[in-house]
């Protein structure tokens, strides 16, 4: 690591000394650009760096609700919006025990470069709340969801900030805040994606991070002459996201062998699709744990508590849950099992360290601000179809989402080629999702 990237890390920590997770992902960031500086000091006169790990606004707020039991419940709220260069804001709310400044600073900070490889007009933001919806009725969370919004619909809108759903905000959430926003606001608009199609959602729009996960990873293995049919695949995660990627998978010939919650995992070597793939979403929706229930209706299954599923041996590894679940441990154990490839379907779920032994042991890694790119590019079709008052097919979607990913993968791929990173996909990445970016802020000024 030069000493010009360590400048810039090291104003990240002294301004954000507990924050991990957003510290992690600037070192991350800018050490894959360093060649970009070097070969442009014009970006260093002006700033760029400092400007870039600095959101341009934060906004912090209590967030006063009603249980069912007429009981007072407080929580905190955030937005933060990190770069409007490229467009509006454009990130999702995550409800979330854990949540805090430094995972949604890491998100929206990742989000940057993300919406920028889709090659579309969409800034960087995200936002939240350290509520947890589990074990929370309709009532409960359409309180708190009105109360969120009672705060937060002054700092967004359609041409300034267009929050989504994540981890913990699915359509019913995103309904009911979308609701509370009209009602505030008085207008009827494309303020929030991820809505159900009867409020102008996106047909497709579910499977969407999913299905572009998939074909980013189909297009790297192509890439290193390989193909994806047969390939046994092992999942993270029992989501939206895990789920559209299970099925895109089985459409394509992969075998997917593993899925995971928050009681372990499940080994199915007889592979989960068809009817599994919809027991397990009818688990999902239930809001219990999946991994025990499943093993017990499917007997070609095995049910390992409290482990994760990296130990198994796959061809092909797609995290889908949370951030840093692949551990330096885990690393090693997959490399143990002669792992080859690594494409990381939700936010960071790789530590620093992980990606560094991976790579020099030959694991070939896709990066999540590419791989998951797909849910944000299909967010902004959200934004155009609610602007032109019009409706894409799932046809239509799914058409636009290949190409996009296609695009980006072979952006990361030229990135490699103009800088002689090889196939380091992380690099590449990164580095195309910054070209553009600083290029719109040099355009812009000191602002």
Request: aromatic content about 10%; proline content about 4%.
């Amino acid at each position: 690591m030069g000493k010009l990237v360590q400048k810039y890390i090291d104003i990240a920590k002294e301004k954000n000394p507990h924050e991990p997770e957003f510290l992690q992902t600037v070192e991350e960031v800018l050490t894959s650009i360093e060649p970009v500086l070097e070969k442009h000091p014009e970006y260093i006169k002006a700033g760029l760096i400092e400007r870039l790990i600095e959101p341009e606004r934060g906004v912090m707020f209590r967030v006063p609700w009603v249980d069912d039991k007429g009981v007072v419940q407080v929580n905190r709220g955030y937005r933060f919006q990190f770069s409007s260069a490229l467009g509006p804001y454009k990130g999702g709310i995550r409800f979330a025990p854990n949540v805090y400044p430094g995972i949604l600073k890491f998100l929206g900070f990742e989000q940057i470069f993300k919406n920028s490889l889709t090659g579309l007009p969409i800034g960087g933001g995200k936002g939240g709340a350290d509520f947890d919806p589990n074990g929370k009725s309709d009532a409960e969370i359409m309180r708190f969801c009105q109360s969120f919004v009672t705060e937060l619909y002054r700092h967004i809108g359609p041409d300034t900030d267009v929050p989504a759903g994540d981890l913990g905000v699915g359509g019913r959430e995103i309904g009911y805040m979308m609701g509370q926003y009209k009602r505030l606001a008085n207008r009827y608009d494309g303020t929030w994606t991820g809505k159900g199609t009867s409020n102008g959602g996106l047909a497709g729009r579910n499977e969407a991070t999913g299905f572009g996960i998939v074909f980013y990873a189909r297009e790297m293995l192509k890439f290193f002459g390989e193909e994806m049919e047969g390939k046994t695949v092992a999942l993270s995660g029992f989501g939206n996201v895990t789920w559209g990627t299970a099925t895109k998978l089985t459409e394509l010939g992969a075998k997917v062998i593993t899925i995971s919650g928050p009681d372990g995992y499940i080994h199915d070597p007889d592979g989960i699709t068809g009817k599994k793939i919809d027991y397990l979403v009818e688990l999902r929706n239930s809001g219990k744990n999946i991994c025990a229930p499943y093993a017990k209706k499917f007997k070609s299954a095995k049910f390992f508590a409290g482990k994760k599923p990296w130990e198994v041996k796959a061809d092909l590894y797609i995290p889908c849950a949370t951030q840093n679940e692949i551990q330096m441990a885990d690393a090693k154990t997959m490399v143990k099992n002669k792992a080859k490839f690594l494409c990381e379907g939700s936010n960071m779920p790789t530590t620093n360290e992980a990606i560094a032994y991976l790579q020099e042991h030959g694991v070939k890694i896709g990066p999540s601000k590419a791989a998951n790119a797909g849910g944000v590019a299909c967010s902004c079709l959200e934004m155009s179809q609610n602007a032109e008052h019009i409706m894409f097919t799932k046809e239509d979607v799914y058409r636009q989402l290949e190409g996009i990913m296609v695009n980006i993968f072979q952006l990361s791929v030229d990135a490699c080629k103009r800088y002689n990173l090889g196939d380091n996909l992380i690099a590449g990445a990164n580095i195309a999702g910054f070209e553009r970016v600083a290029e719109a802020m040099m355009l812009q000024g000191i602002v």
